[in-house]
Nanobody, 121 residues
Framework: QLQASGGGLVQAGGSLRLSCAAS????????ISWFRQAPGKEREFVAT????????YYTDSVKGRFAISRDNAKNMVYLQMNSLKPEDTAVYYC????????????????WGQGTQVTVSS
């Protein structure tokens, strides 16, 4: 029901846009978020957007560099990633929750498969 795409290999300072396609149900009462997991590390929260209203929230390490947005008509959520750093390298996942605890991965009901982002120095 969530399909992530758009990952790839990019040099430091470059940009990528990730996409998350939502299908199979109505997500109007949900928040859609991006998480990432680097090798050997816990999956961590990156950004979230309320499907209804568009409220956004970011983890501090990506503020000013990443932007999350949605296209309600297409049932798509995007993560525009600019000024990428090697430490952004990870598998990125989109996820959906009705729960207000956006940063807590166990709060999420639906997960997409991951998409690999690799930033070379």
């Amino acid at each position: 029901q969530l399909q992530a795409s758009g990952g790839g290999l990019v040099q430091a300072g470059g940009s990528l846009r990730l996409s998350c396609a939502a299908s199979g149900r109505t997500f109007t009462s949900y928040s859609i978020s991006w998480f990432r997991q680097a090798p050997g590390k816990e999956r961590e929260f990156v950004a979230t957007i309320r499907w209804s209203g568009g409220t956004v929230y970011y983890t501090d390490s990506v503020k000013g560099r990443f932007a999350i947005s949605r296209d309600n008509a297409k049932n798509m959520v995007y993560l525009q990633m600019n000024s990428l750093k090697p430490e952004d390298t990870a598998v990125y996942y989109c996820a959906a929750t009705e729960n207000p605890y956006w940063t807590v991965r166990f709060s999420y009901d639906y997960w997409g498969q991951g998409t690999q982002v690799t930033v070379s120095s």
